[in-house]
């Protein structure tokens, strides 16, 4: 033995590191690449804490893809960047007492310092950080790009504001009706704000799912939040100069039992209908429902139900009889029409109304079995004392419902929109769930909005050779309950010229949501170099769309759903060419810790750099990687990083022994061995099956050392490559003992196995006496009936059943099984 003896991981991780650092490794050339791998990671915010945990995990998972890619010869590009305006930074230095702009450079340090130790194979001539104005020039270039096009404006809508935050919240961070990042209740606001038309592309992004390459629960969660539903746009009469209240019905077969009307208190009708008798109550309502947030209104399954009499009627387009008209905050403004036919006998939510509040309940939809012997549908009393009938199924009729009573419910729909459709009082409707994109946010820590303010001439882009528009350093930056972001209160700022006509005008003082940072941010990294281009056209043509993304799904109905929209936008502004972002996109399960989610409101986060330091990055590496399939995730418990630093110190030991020993040559069994982990390995790394790769990987060594044996030089070199995707730096070590020129992804080459060597020798035969099973036998494939019949007859099992009579016949099937007849 020599010194090589003493495994000292720390020691190995250093001077790899340095090695790829010195000769440029993981910096693949983007030009010349014959075979590009775009090999994306979701970029972190980088927290003051450091990089945690489950950031770790999720970039572990992808750098194992990368390696393995590029071990199999791929040319792999892996960025990273960091996410560092929005609300997240700015609160944290409030926090602290210290200025973003100071907070944030010391965050990104600490950040980068963390991943470095960590092992991964990132290009680090190529990140991108959202703060710097290299970067956001291009952010603002994109919503000049969508300004121009018409898919950018300014309109009024209800939101989401958190009065600690001083900001819009979007429903997806709002928990419980607080905040999620303070716990502040969460209140309701009328505000006008910039959106972007991602409703405009509502059907392209639905169909684009059907074919692209992501994990289903993704997929189905983006489904779900664009909400396609077809139905019907019904128009319900009032008194008010001939107008209509509109409604979106996905049951139009259930007018007829429509038997009020409810608006959301914003509805901008409720003013006009309301009498005045009803008014001071309707303000009332009007006022307290504007204090709950819009999450909160749509919870309605334990939530008593609450509204206001507008005193005004509307008239049933299908029955001609006048119905109330209700205010209720379960209705919302920013969904559909914000209005309702509500048809009690059919909608739980709406019967609940109706009992409360002594409303009618009529019947209009049954299931044929359930109508009376001799019943006539027209006139049917189906009693519904507790609850709707709201099922809805191909053997129901209309009941209650004219001259459409006996059809079915489908049919009749379609019949009842046709009839109302001719009258001028509805039509078939496809609806979505999906809203526009508020990109406004009334914060200081994000790009400027690039809009300029003038009255002659309206809102005008800020011209492109006047990009960035720079973020001034604000001492007070503080937000205000105002809903005035605080560069409002810089003059300097916001005061300007037009660029149309060069009169008096003032800038924008929102900043955008940092979600259209992470919009783009994949397309930046290829071309980190170029100044006068946001995305360089060839380099783009070459590495995208991304071939691998690993994320989180917590993302799915955010960030990857307006990245696919900005993708799409571009691509129809000539700007790209590609359709999606994305050719694959996998989620990573999540870690929790003695049964809990990891997280900083649970006080359980994990930072990695004291098991770094004790047990090495290849350690833990495979520790994350072992903890449970990885798009699942797993419970982590410190006692588990011993089982993989054993294994690490025992791959090493046994490649050193083998060189040391200096032995050719692989024995037969050791060979098969190799040979089925070679295959196993291959296909759980395709699928992400890190767990049962290192298990596969564990089982081979032990099969080399069974025994005490000393491998030899055959059995341990291919075992060095397959090792590389989840132990970079252990592997870059042993490649070199072993006489490999560095690095490892360079000069090595993944492993192939041989089919025929994957063959079993032998098998277990299952065993029957009067054909029931007795017992299973170990034989060699292929052995002979008289070989297979002495094996069966020598088993003690099948002897206890022998003993009550005389073997008659052997029934023998070559491998599959034997059956003695005994009587």
């Known amino acids: ?88 930074s700015e609160n944290h230095a409030l926090k602290v007492n210290k200025h973003p702009t100071e907070l944030i450079p010391s965050n990104i340090k600490n950040f980068e310092r963390m991943l470095r130790a960590a ?58 009706g607080l905040c999620e990042r303070c716990d502040t209740p969460v209140e309701q606001r009328l505000l006008s704000q910039w959106f972007f038309k991602i409703t405009n592309y509502t059907e392209r992004l639905l169909e684009n799912l059907e074919w692209i390459d992501w994990s289903p629960t993704t997929k189905t969660a983006q ?38 009307m409810v608006l959301a208190p914003e509805h901008p009708l409720v003013d006009r209908i309301t009498t005045d008798v009803q008014r001071p109550e309707v303000e009332r309502y009007v006022e307290a429902a504007a204090a709950i947030d819009l999450v909160e ?62 409303l009618e309940i009529v019947p209009v939809v049954c299931a044929r079995d359930a109508l009376p012997d001799g019943a006539d549908p027209a006139a049917v009393d189906l009693g519904l004392d507790e609850q709707a009938f709201s099922e809805h199924s191909p053997g129901e009729i209309l009941i209650n419902s004219d001259r459409f009573s006996g059809m079915g419910a489908d049919e009749g729909g379609r019949a009842i929109v046709s009839w109302l459709a001719e009258r001028g009082l509805g039509e078939a409707k496809t609806n979505y769930r999906l809203h526009d994109w508020c990109i406004s946010r009334q914060r200081y820590w994000g790009p400027p909005i690039p809009v300029i303010y003038c ?54 003082t929102d900043v955008s949501d940092t979600f259209l940072d992470s919009g783009w941010y994949f397309l930046r990294y290829p071309s980190t170099e170029f100044d006068d281009r946001p995305f360089d056209r060839d380099r783009t043509r070459k590495w995208l769309p991304v071939a691998s993304y690993i994320g989180g799904e917590e993302h799915a109905v955010l960030h990857l759903l307006y990245s696919r929209f900005l993708t799409m936008a571009l691509k129809d502004l000539g700007h790209l060419d590609i359709e999606e972002p994305y050719q694959q996109f996998r989620k990573h399960g999540l870690l929790i810790k003695d049964g809990s989610k990891i997280s900083k409101s649970r006080g359980n986060v994990i930072l990695p750099d004291d098991y770094i330091v004790k047990f090495g990055a290849d350690t833990f590496r495979m520790y994350l990687m072992f903890l449970g399939p990885f798009q699942v995730g797993g419970d982590f418990r410190d006692r588990g990083m011993a089982g993989p630093q054993r294994f690490l110190n025992k791959v090493w030991h046994s490649t050193v022994e083998a060189i040391d020993e200096g032995r050719g040559g692989i024995e037969p069994e050791i060979e098969r061995a190799l040979h089925r982990t070679i295959k196993q390995v291959t296909e759980d790394l395709q699928d992400l099956n890190y767990n049962t790769a290192i298990a596969a990987l564990m089982d081979y060594l032990n099969v080399v050392r069974a025994d005490g044996r000393t491998a030899s030089l055959e059995e341990v070199r291919p075992f060095a490559v397959l090792l590389g995707p989840f132990a970079p730096h252990i592997a870059e070590e042993l490649w070199s003992l072993l006489g490999g020129e560095s690095s490892v992804f360079d000069h090595a080459e993944w492993p192939d196995y041989d089919p025929a060597l994957l063959i079993v020798d032998e098998l277990d035969l299952p065993v029957q006496v009067n054909g029931k099973l007795r ?40 491998d599959r099984m034997i059956n003695l007849v005994v009587s």
Request: charged share 25%; net charge negative; with cysteine.
């Open 1 to 88: 033995m020599t010194d090589r003896a003493t495994f000292d991981p720390i020691a190995v991780e250093k001077k790899w590191q340095a090695f790829w650092e010195e000769n440029r490794t993981n910096e693949p050339d983007l030009d010349t690449a014959e075979r590009p791998f775009f090999n994306l990671m979701m970029y972190p915010y980088p927290s003051a804490e450091g990089l945690h945990v489950g950031n770790l995990y999720a970039f572990t998972g992808a750098d194992l893809y990368g390696r393995f890619r590029r071990l199999l010869g791929d040319d792999v590009f892996e960025p990273i960047g960091y996410d560092a305006f929005g609300i997240h």
């Open 119 to 176: 092992g991964l194979m990132t290009d680090w001539s190529r990140t991108v950080d959202t703060t710097d104005p290299r970067y956001y020039k291009w952010t603002q270039w994109i919503f000049v790009q969508l300004f121009k096009a018409g898919l950018a404006e300014k309109k009024e809508a209800p939101v989401n504001w958190c009065p600690s935050c001083q900001t819009v919240l979007a429903n997806e961070q709002v928990i419980g």
């Open 223 to 260: 489904a779900n939040w664009i909400g396609r539903s077809e139905g019907a746009s019904l128009r319900f009469p009032t008194d008010l100069d001939a107008e209509a209240i509109e409604v979106f019905t996905t049951r139009p077969d259930t007018i007829f039992g429509a038997t009020f």
């Open 297 to 358: 209104r749509q919870k309605t399954d334990d939530k008593e139900k609450t509204g206001v009499f507008t005193g005004a009627f509307a008239e049933n387009p299908a029955t001609g009889r006048p119905i109330p008209i209700w205010i209720a905050d379960y209705v919302l403004m920013g969904y559909g029409t914000g209005a309702i036919m509500a048809v009690p006998g059919h909608d739980q939510r709406d019967f609940e109304f109706a009992r409360r509040f002594d």
């Open 455 to 508: 009255d002659p001439c309206g809102p005008q882009a800020v011209p492109e050779s006047d990009l960035p528009v720079l973020l001034p350093y604000v001492e007070d930056f503080r937000p205000t309950a105002t809903g005035v972001s605080p560069l409002a209160r810089v003059e300097e700022f916001y005061k300007t010229t037009c660029p149309s006509c060069g009169g008096e005008a003032h800038r924008e």
């Open 775 to 814: 017992s299973t036998i170990r034989v060699a494939r292929g052995a002979t009936a008289e070989s297979v019949r002495e094996a069966a007859l020598a088993d003690d099992k099948v002897a206890r059943h022998l003993d009550a009579g005389e073997l008659r016949k052997v029934i023998h099937v070559p």
